[in-house]
């Protein structure tokens, strides 16, 4: 399996005890492959996704979101996925 095309986001793990909360940042990566998306814990098959979209949050990245049959999934990212959103909707429009 070829890799596409992929997107570095970030999963915050919120870690609370009884004097304080810390966040603590989980780098991770979306992957494009011909037939699906693939993230740390979950997979998409193309069939299944229906648009991509991306919403920028003041200056320090945006909320990726993978619009699929069984929900809207978002994703957290610090840097353009203009790359990544553009190669999915090539694959999810072409299914």
Do not use: W
Request: net charge negative; charged share 30%.
């Amino acid at each position: 399996m070829q890799i596409i095309a992929e997107q570095p986001y970030v999963k915050v793990e919120r870690q609370v005890n009884s004097i304080e909360q810390v966040d603590i940042e989980h780098q991770r990566t979306l992957y494009l492959y011909h037939e699906k998306v693939v993230t740390e814990h979950r997979e998409f098959p193309i069939k299944d996704i229906m648009d991509v979209s991306y919403r920028l949050i003041g200056d320090k990245g945006g909320l990726l979101y993978l619009h699929t049959s069984k929900g809207v999934y978002s994703y957290i990212v610090k840097t353009s996925p203009e790359e990544f959103v553009l190669k999915c909707k090539e694959h999810i429009y072409n299914k």
